[in-house]
């Protein structure tokens, strides 16, 4: 249909979208906002592992902090080998990598697929780095993390 015959209706009937980088874990699916990833890389060696998931690694003459959310998330243990790194900023301009056994996928989600965790759910052991859920398909979700929440667990854990 032609901009010129299209009703105002139409118009404000679309629905926002959100581009998110997307990894699994174990048996779950996670995303994190596209704006938040600065790189993915496959080669990088982690330094001075705490029983925390915490680590080192130096990423171009800068050392970052290394979080395995595995190590946060039940459902996430996950023996393979952390093959890729998403290097990710804070909102205080700090960087974190994620390291993750496969490489990451780009997703365009609508705004409408991003919905509430229920209650209920929220009373077990939920972490506070889980913001919403995110309906893929009928029968999946996906976790929507807070990065910055995601750190603070971390350190909870300590």
Do not use: W
């Not at 946060?72 to 290097?87: A, C, T």
């Not at 209920?120 to 990065?147: E, H, P, R, V």
């Amino acid at each position: 249909m032609s901009r010129r015959f299209r009703s105002k209706r139409y118009l404000a009937t679309r629905t926002p979208m959100r581009k998110l980088v997307s990894f699994q874990l174990g048996n779950e699916r996670y995303a994190i906002s596209i704006d938040r990833v600065q790189h993915v890389i496959n080669e990088f060696t982690p330094h001075g592992v705490l029983h925390s998931g915490r680590s080192l690694v130096e990423y171009k003459n800068e050392i970052i902090t290394l979080i395995d959310p595995a190590k946060i998330f039940i459902s996430s243990h996950d023996e393979r080998e952390r093959q890729y790194l998403i290097i990710c900023t804070l909102k205080e301009g700090q960087r974190i990598g994620i390291p993750i056994p496969e490489i990451p996928t780009v997703l365009e989600i609508a705004e409408d697929k991003f919905g509430k965790i229920p209650e209920l759910y929220q009373q077990g052991n939920l972490s506070s780095a889980i913001q919403n859920i995110i309906q893929i398909t009928n029968d999946k979700i996906m976790f929507y993390l807070d990065l910055e929440e995601l750190v603070n667990q971390l350190v909870i854990i300590d």
